[in-house]
């Protein structure tokens, strides 16, 4: 049974860091695609950072770039979400996702996605 489990989030002043965590059970990490999407209040789910199966190709919603950077650790079963110079429109729940049979590249739909965790809160304060 794969489970996702999201840590990290928090309450953090405009151009804070924070740091999401996303670890896995069940099947390693390392043949996954995994995804970070956020989704805030009265808005629809959003991308904001994926990655590929080997951390070699990742892509990064326009909002975030420069300022987010997500990564993986395969032997921890673990993919990170750096985020700094948080802004207030960054507050969202983050959720992580990921998929065992899309891997080579990073997606970028929640469609392909078959498993997801429970979100973790981040709020940015002005």
């Known amino acids: 049974q794969v489970q996702l489990v999201e840590s990290g989030g928090g309450l953090v002043q405009a151009g804070g860091s924070l740091r999401l965590s996303c670890t896995a059970s069940?099947?390693?990490?390392?043949?996954?695609?995994v995804g970070w999407f956020r989704q805030a209040p009265g808005k629809e789910r959003e991308v904001v950072a994926a990655?590929?199966?080997?951390?070699?190709?990742?892509y990064y919603a326009g909002s975030v770039k420069g300022r987010f950077t997500i990564s993986r650790d395969n032997a921890k079963n673990t993919v990170y979400l750096q985020m700094n110079r948080l802004k207030p429109e960054d507050t969202a729940v983050y959720y992580c996702?990921?998929?065992?049979?899309?891997?080579?590249?990073?997606?970028?739909?929640?469609?392909?996605?078959?498993?997801w965790g429970q979100g973790t809160q981040v709020t940015v304060s002005s």
């Open positions: 990655i590929n199966w080997s951390g070699g190709k990742i």
């Open positions: 996702a990921a998929d065992w049979t899309r891997y080579i590249n990073p997606l970028v739909d929640m469609g392909e996605y078959d498993y």
């Open positions: 069940g099947p390693t990490f390392s043949r996954a695609a």
